[in-house]
């Protein structure tokens, strides 16, 4: 006979969500604030395809689990 499963336990607490959530998401729009002010300060001989990737996508990393944490915080299990 199998032995008893155990429950699927989340690796971060609950009470750590609401925190998480308005962490990650000021840090992402901080980020995205970067990027928007890079993009209308430089010109377009001096702008960098690397930095500009690397600066969007560590937003979008960012914004997208600030997201995910605010919808756990609210209830909402996705």
Do not use: H
């Not at 928007?36 to 600066?55: H, P, Q, V």
């Not at 689990?65 to 209830?75: D, I, N, V, Y």
């Amino acid at each position: 006979m199998a032995p008893p499963a155990k429950p699927i336990t989340s690796p971060v607490s609950d009470a750590w969500y609401p925190t998480l959530a308005v962490f990650m998401l000021a840090i992402g729009l901080v980020l995205t604030a970067s990027f928007f002010i890079y993009e209308a300060t430089s010109s377009k001989r001096n702008r960098s395809l690397a930095k500009e990737l690397t600066t969007g996508g560590v937003a979008s990393v960012f914004l997208g689990f600030g997201t995910l944490f605010l919808l756990l915080s609210a209830g909402v299990y996705v």
